[in-house]
Structure formats: C-alpha cells, structure tokens
C-alpha cells in the first residue's frame, strides 16, 4: 500500500471513529446535551483536531446517519437484485431488512428518525438537508420497486406501490415508536413479539386474493 492510500485509510478510519464517538454520547446524553467537546474527548482527539473533519455536531450527525442509511439501501437493493430467487417470500426478506437496519444499530437509527423530524430539517443547512434527501430518496425507491414486483407478479394487492411501501415502513415505525415510550417508562418491551405479529397481519393482509 502506498504512502497516499494508507493517509487515506487512516482517514476514513478517524471519521468512522468520530461517527461512532458521537453516535455513543448521543445514546448517553441526547442531541441536545452532545457537544463537539464531548464527542471529541469520546474520541479521544483534540477539539481541534476533530473540527480538521467536522464542522459542527449536526454534519457528524448526518454524516453518522447517512452511513448507516445507505447499510439499509444496500440490504434493499440486494432484495431487489435477487428478487427472483425470493420470489415467494419477498415480504419477509423485506421486513427482515428492517429489523436488521434497526437492530444493528438502534442508536442511529432513533437518531435518524429523530433528524427527519420537521423542525430538525428545518433548521439544517441546506447541504446537510440534501444528504439526508439523497439517501432517504434511494431507499424510498427501492422499497417501492420491491413492492411493484410484488403486485405485478399477483403476489401482494394491486394497489399503488408507493403507498404499499410507505404502508408497511410505517407500520415498522409506529413499534419502534411505542416501543420507545415503553422503555423512557420503564415498561417491558414486546418487540420482538410485536415485529412477528405485524409481519403476520400484513402479510396477510397484503395478499393476492
């Protein structure tokens, strides 16, 4: 490896270490106690060597979810790419791919959700606003290329694919919501038992009849 290729691993290697930093002291703290201080000493670099990357928490944020927004695209498109092989068992491959993005890391993922929030984008600038769009909009359009697939090959209801897509990813949404507020209560968590019953219910119901 050469002198430029191994700068540039190293890097890479230090941003993906200031994302992780500040995806933990979000899960201790919250948004609105992280700093560029905390995220740094969790870091463990200096205040200035971290603004050498990163200009503000929000674009380590973003970038953070970003990262692990284009994890979900890349298991959406390898659904589609292979959807001939699961043909009859697209929707579990495709619920799957949820819970896998949220399980492994639920941390970003409840931040992700918390920056997709309207007052939090609207307060974004401009470029960091677009970041978020750009990734969001690729995974939106596979999930709705994956549900067409569905309803043209008779699998699922023919009804139009996006609001199939946006049907069922809410619905995923709508437990980690509520299973969120359970456990800022200290309430027993039904999540697993909850994610196999909607599974159910919508494959199901979103049958060819």
């Given at each position: 490896?050469?002198?430029?290729?191994?700068?540039?691993?190293?890097?890479?290697?230090?941003?993906?270490?200031?994302?992780?930093a500040?995806?933990q002291?979000?899960?201790?703290?919250?948004?609105?106690?992280?700093?560029?201080?905390?995220?740094?000493?969790?870091?463990?670099?200096?205040?200035?060597?971290?603004?050498?990357?990163?200009k503000?928490?929000?674009?380590?944020?973003?970038?953070?979810?970003?990262?692990?927004?284009?994890?979900?695209?890349?298991?959406l498109?390898y659904?589609?790419?292979?959807r001939?092989?699961?043909?009859?068992?697209?929707?579990?491959?495709?619920?799957?791919?949820f819970?896998?993005?949220?399980?492994?890391?639920?941390?970003?993922f409840?931040?992700t959700?918390?920056?997709?929030?309207?007052?939090?984008?609207r307060?974004?600038?401009?470029?960091l606003?677009?970041m978020?769009?750009?990734?969001?909009?690729?995974?939106?359009?596979?999930?709705?290329?994956?549900?067409?697939?569905?309803?043209?090959?008779?699998?699922?209801?023919?009804?139009?694919?996006?609001?199939?897509?946006?049907?069922?990813?809410?619905?995923?949404?709508?437990?980690?919501?509520l299973?969120?507020?359970?456990?800022?209560?200290?309430?027993?968590?039904?999540l697993?038992?909850?994610?196999?019953?909607?599974?159910?219910?919508l494959?199901e119901?979103?049958?060819?009849?």
């Amino acid at each position: 490896m050469g002198i430029k290729e191994r700068k540039k691993r190293e890097k890479d290697e230090r941003k993906a270490s200031i994302l992780n930093a500040a995806m933990q002291v979000y899960a201790e703290v919250g948004y609105h106690a992280t700093t560029m201080e905390k995220i740094a000493a969790r870091a463990e670099l200096s205040r200035a060597t971290l603004y050498l990357y990163f200009k503000t928490k929000d674009e380590i944020f973003v970038h953070a979810i970003v990262s692990r927004s284009d994890y979900f695209g890349d298991l959406l498109q390898y659904i589609y790419d292979h959807r001939e092989e699961s043909k009859d068992r697209i929707f579990d491959a495709f619920w799957k791919s949820f819970r896998t993005f949220y399980k492994v890391d639920p941390v970003s993922f409840n931040a992700t959700l918390y920056f997709h929030q309207g007052e939090m984008l609207r307060s974004l600038p401009e470029d960091l606003r677009l970041m978020l769009d750009r990734s969001g909009t690729r995974n939106y359009q596979l999930m709705c290329r994956i549900m067409e697939y569905g309803i043209d090959e008779g699998l699922f209801m023919d009804c139009d694919p996006r609001t199939l897509a946006e049907t069922v990813w809410t619905a995923f949404l709508g437990i980690i919501h509520l299973e969120n507020s359970k456990a800022a209560m200290s309430r027993k968590n039904h999540l697993e038992m909850t994610w196999d019953l909607a599974a159910t219910l919508l494959r199901e119901g979103m049958a060819r009849r």
